[in-house]
């Protein structure tokens, strides 16, 4: 049977392997059938993975890609051409190919075939907007309204603690900005304790169903008010997205958006809503397999595939702006 090695809610950094040169057919094959074992044994949609296994089947094996990286982006591909999804992916050894399912399969020129996973943030902003997960207090980029850049959900740059002492230290009148843009995601929790500053009232966040083997596991999640940060649930907000905005970094703009709470402003997002886990596959390759659904408790509705539409979009590159002429408007002098 294939362990997961990684489990994952959403979009997560994989260790590459030492990559070999070149795939013997046999070599291909093998990993094929470990692919379809794994798709079989864990995706949660019988239909889907009933297509993805006749596609698998149907593989000229001889006319495949032989290089690692090559034969890992055409599993992928060959995937995501029977059902596009934000978090199913093929990666070789050196985790080079398949980073990036749903956003890749649009867009074969803007394909990203190298650097590992943890690579794909985009280029730094200015003084302003790097570095904010780890600092204390959130930068005034105009007058009354902070901003706080988050890169990603992770706990390696964020805890419950480190999340409630920015949010409560909003002084009144104060307005706040969540950069999300190129944030691909990360642990859901984080959301949910963010959350618990946002919202005066207990709020549902998601529901996730989860395969068990052959039956499906409910949990609906929400966010509790925390009286440390209290003081953040009344403040006007923006949140900044951009197409590289993925995963649980969706989740927090589809959330903010849905309940009423934030401006979503920038472009449309990734689209990746689906739970999935990490399993090492034969000749050190490996697959992130969708293993549930998340969605929204109160409405039934996702983002996968779809991504969040901003409120107001607009150029990326220029959503700070926009975000702090909007604000300006909506608070008033």
């Not at 996973?117 to 985009?122: A, H, M, N, V």
């Not at 969540?178 to 990360?186: P, W």
């Not at 990490?278 to 409405?299: K, N, S």
Request: net charge negative; proline share 7%; charged share 25%.
């Amino acid at each position: 049977m294939l362990i997961p090695v990684l489990s994952a809610l959403f979009l997560s950094s994989i260790a590459p392997a030492e990559p070999s040169s070149s795939l013997a057919r046999a070599d291909r094959q093998a990993i094929v059938e470990s692919l379809s074992e794994a798709i079989d044994a864990y995706h949660f949609s019988p239909d889907v993975r009933a297509r993805y296994r006749h596609s698998l089947e149907t593989i000229d094996i001889a006319q495949a890609p032989a290089g690692p990286a090559p034969f890992a982006l055409f599993l992928h591909r060959r995937l995501q051409a029977v059902e596009a999804d934000g978090h199913m992916g093929v990666y070789g050894p050196d985790r080079t190919a398949g980073i990036l399912g749903t956003a890749e399969f649009r867009d074969e020129e803007s394909a990203h075939v190298s650097g590992e996973p943890s690579d794909l943030q985009g280029p730094d902003g200015d003084a302003i907007e790097q570095g904010r997960s780890t600092e204390q207090s959130l930068p005034e980029v105009a007058p009354g309204i902070r901003l706080w850049r988050l890169e990603d959900f992770s706990t390696d740059t964020l805890d419950r603690a480190g999340i409630e002492s920015r949010l409560g230290a909003l002084r009144s009148g104060e307005a706040l900005i969540l950069d999300l843009r190129d944030n691909r995601g990360g642990e859901a929790r984080l959301f949910r304790w963010m959350a618990g500053c946002l919202f005066a009232e207990p709020t549902p966040v998601y529901a996730i169903e989860i395969r068990i083997a052959e039956g499906s596991q409910l949990t609906r999640r929400g966010a509790t008010p925390s009286a440390a940060c209290r003081s953040a649930a009344d403040r006007p907000m923006a949140v900044l997205v951009n197409g590289m905005t993925a995963s649980t970094a969706e989740l927090a703009a589809f959330v903010l958006q849905a309940r009423g709470r934030a401006r979503i402003i920038g472009s449309r997002t990734y689209g990746a809503s689906h739970a999935a886990e990490f399993y090492p596959l034969a000749h050190g390759f490996g697959a992130m397999i969708p293993i549930g659904r998340t969605f929204d408790p109160l409405t039934g509705d996702d983002w996968e595939g779809n991504g969040v539409v901003p409120d107001l979009q607009v150029d990326p590159d220029g959503a700070l702006d926009a975000a702090i002429a909007d604000l300006a408007i909506r608070t008033g002098p």
